[in-house]
């Protein structure tokens, strides 16, 4: 270390090689790795809008826009916000940023002071922790228990806010647990962040995403929530958008041009044919969402099956494209059953303790393969846990 310093800003908490890249760099030197880690789905984007985004090009969409974005992207996006439950916004009070995981980035670097408390859910998803980290805010994690089946709760919420409380993070569709915070429980989370003048950042990047007859109740509609509510959302997971990186943030009209100034300094603008592929997607067939969510339900069937079929627990999986499953139920620890999931079964999932885990019990596993891949993952899985099983029998 040149001078003996310490070259990273204190503000820097992860400084190690992180545990999904360490699980990539064990994949990589593996044959036929079935990969049921990361939140992108294998799924192509429609061809609408993919056609929309090479037409877009082909017109010279190839420049800078409206740093918040198109004007008629972000009327789609208050559009479709009221058109699927949510309060109506202006095209003003809205930021389009290069995916949603910027958005939270924002966010936090607009709301949050050193010494500022953020109550986030745990587990919950991880770059928020890491957003307020690097704000230097002061992390308040809610432990969530299968009790709840994972959900966030109105009680849990009052017990751990104080005086320094101000923002509360609500993931709902849950990642990365796959679980929905039934609509009255959301109802009275708002009763408390009013009563505690918290500013609610509600992240519905899966709301177009449940099964059976859940339903992930839009925050800002609510009463007397939209002036403290930021809805963040984006493309990525209903309509298969992953790479395009396109986001959004909605929210109170006095907060949204210094956040807004923030994403300028950040990227100048979201890319301008990723932002005209989004208005494609908004403004087009919306069968295509339909058909994402019902290859997700079935898949999601499957899984179920096979991991109950293993004997390992699980949360009720009622959205997303995810499954949190106990797999410390087989005899040894999350982090050690991926590891050795991975090296000896060539199977990737990711252990709980990536996203606040607080037992390394759970491990998240995605829907993101098609249903014959998932049954071979299922195999080599099974396969993996009695091999495990017959080692503690001899021992």
């Not at 009790?147 to 919420?157: C, K, P, R, S």
Request: hydrophobic share 40%; net charge negative; proline share 7%.
């Amino acid at each position: 270390m040149p001078n003996g310093r310490n070259r990273l800003a204190r503000r820097v908490k992860l400084t190690d090689k992180h545990i999904v890249t360490r699980m990539m760099d064990i994949a990589a030197g593996l044959p036929d790795v079935i990969k049921l880690g990361r939140g992108d789905p294998d799924l192509d984007t429609p061809e609408h809008i993919v056609r929309a985004g090479q037409e877009a090009l082909a017109s010279g969409a190839t420049h800078y826009t409206h740093p918040m974005g198109l004007s008629e992207l972000r009327q789609a996006i208050a559009d479709n916000i009221a058109t699927h439950g949510g309060a109506r916004y202006e095209p003003e009070d809205i930021v389009v940023t290069p995916g949603g995981q910027q958005a939270m980035f924002i966010i936090a670097l607009g709301l949050l002071d050193p010494g500022d408390e953020v109550l986030i859910p745990c587990p919950g998803y991880n770059p928020y922790l890491q957003a307020a980290e690097l704000t230097e805010a002061t992390l308040v994690s809610i432990r969530t228990t299968m009790a709840t089946n994972f959900t966030l709760t109105a009680e849990l919420v009052r017990e751990h806010v104080t005086p320094r409380s101000k923002v509360l993070i609500l993931i709902n569709p849950g990642n990365p647990t796959g679980t929905v915070i039934p609509p009255d429980e959301i109802a009275r989370i708002c009763e408390v962040a009013r009563e505690h003048d918290l500013i609610v950042v509600s992240d519905e990047i899966y709301a177009r995403l449940t099964y059976d007859d859940h339903h992930a109740q839009p925050v800002s509609v609510l009463p007397g929530m939209q002036e403290r509510t930021i809805t963040l959302s984006g493309m990525s997971k209903a309509y298969a958008m992953t790479g395009w990186r396109v986001g959004y943030f909605a929210g109170p009209s006095d907060l949204m041009p210094a956040l807004a100034e923030i994403h300028h300094a950040f990227a100048i603008s979201t890319a301008a044919v990723s932002q005209h592929a989004a208005l494609a997607a908004l403004t087009g067939p919306q069968g295509c969402v339909e058909e994402i969510r019902c290859t997700f339900d079935e898949r999601r069937r499957v899984l179920c099956d096979g991991l109950t079929e293993m004997g390992i627990p699980f949360a009720k999986p009622q959205g997303a494209f995810y499954v949190y499953a106990k797999v410390a139920e087989t005899g040894v620890k999350a982090t050690e059953f991926c590891e050795r999931l991975l090296r000896e079964g060539q199977v990737m999932i990711f252990p709980g303790r990536i996203y606040g885990d607080y037992t390394d019990d759970y491990a998240r596993l995605s829907m993101t393969q098609p249903v014959p891949r998932i049954q071979e993952a299922l195999a080599r899985m099974a396969a993996v846990v009695a091999a495990i099983h017959q080692e503690h029998s001899v021992a």
